[in-house]
């Protein structure tokens, strides 16, 4: 019995076994943390947005057009910051998706492996810049050459910070759809030709089709990320709360909000210390919601070959 005991206990597969599964009981303990924080963060986010809507009408909040928390008599609508946060994210997309999608067409369709070995990873340098020296950017070069072109535009404006956001996110589209239209089979593309279709067309009617839903997801994930930047619109576009559509006037969105109450004197536990959970709670639902349907979209238009 003993030897047979000894055999098992050398037996190399058994050690591989053994090895296999603390490796996997160490990844799921990964999993589980990851999980964990994620359910904190909504956990807190929902306590305190409730504690808020304890004490400020959720009918108000939502569609209220005045925003003014950090003043007396406060009024807690906060369509002004949801739609300075949707301004920018509209005016960078027109930016972005354009010049992302024409990036990722030349790199997929058009350059020459050597060429898209340089291109691709200096144009992905724009996603490693730190927001912040996007914003100073923005309000350094930007706005004074949009004040040459419209003098009535505010120093603080929706239109500065919507540039150099639509230009930080331009890596984002060009690599996601880059990778999307690469991931088509070549023999679509060799087809095509054979039957005489220019590069063009075998690029805008068999490429971008085939890889369509994994580039819509490019253009919302982008979108989303615009929702949620914060160091670019607290610099350049201003804290003025305003619900309006002209883009060269100062407003304010969720996340700069955010961060001018967290920076200043606030009393813990006073509604506006809560009313940054509720902000947040509600560009947590935003953002969620976009993923959602980048989601849908992806599963929906997929493609497999």
């Known amino acids: 019995m003993s030897k047979i005991a000894s055999n098992d206990k050398n037996n190399p597969l058994k050690k591989v076994y053994m090895v296999e599964k603390v490796i996997s009981k160490i990844l799921f303990i990964f999993v589980m943390v990851s999980i964990a924080t994620t359910i904190g963060i909504v956990w807190i986010l929902s306590y305190e947005t409730v504690q808020f809507f304890r004490e400020v009408s959720i009918v108000e909040f939502l569609t209220g057009t005045e925003w003014t928390a950090l003043f007396s008599p406060p009024k807690y609508g906060v369509l002004p910051l949801v739609g300075g946060t949707l301004m920018i994210s509209f005016f960078s997309s027109l930016i972005s998706i354009p010049i992302g999608l024409g990036s990722a067409i030349y790199l997929s369709e058009y350059a020459s492996k050597k060429t898209r070995k340089i291109l691709k990873p200096v144009l992905e340098i724009l996603a490693g810049i730190p927001t912040i020296v996007y914003g100073y950017f923005a309000l350094t070069f930007i706005t004074p050459l949009v004040r040459n072109i419209f003098p009535d535009a505010n120093i603080f404006n929706a239109l500065s910070a919507s540039i150099a956001v639509g230009i930080m996110i331009i890596p984002m589209v060009s690599s996601l759809s880059e990778d999307a239209m690469n ?123």
């Open 183 to 305: 991931a088509v089979p070549s023999s679509l593309r060799e087809g095509a030709y054979a039957l005489g279709c220019t590069r063009f067309e075998v690029a805008t009617k068999v490429v971008i089709p085939a890889a369509l839903s994994s580039i819509i997801a490019s253009f919302v994930l982008a979108i989303s990320r615009a929702i949620g930047e914060t160091m670019i619109v607290t610099l350049a576009a201003g804290s003025t709360p305003k619900l309006t559509l002209n883009p060269l006037e100062s407003i304010q969105t969720m996340t700069a909000f955010i961060v001018q109450v967290a920076s200043g004197d606030i009393v813990y536990g006073s509604v506006m210390y809560k009313t940054i959970f509720a902000v947040g709670m509600l560009l947590f639902i935003i953002t969620l919601l976009m993923n959602v349907v980048s989601k849908i979209i992806i599963k929906k238009y997929r493609e497999e070959y």
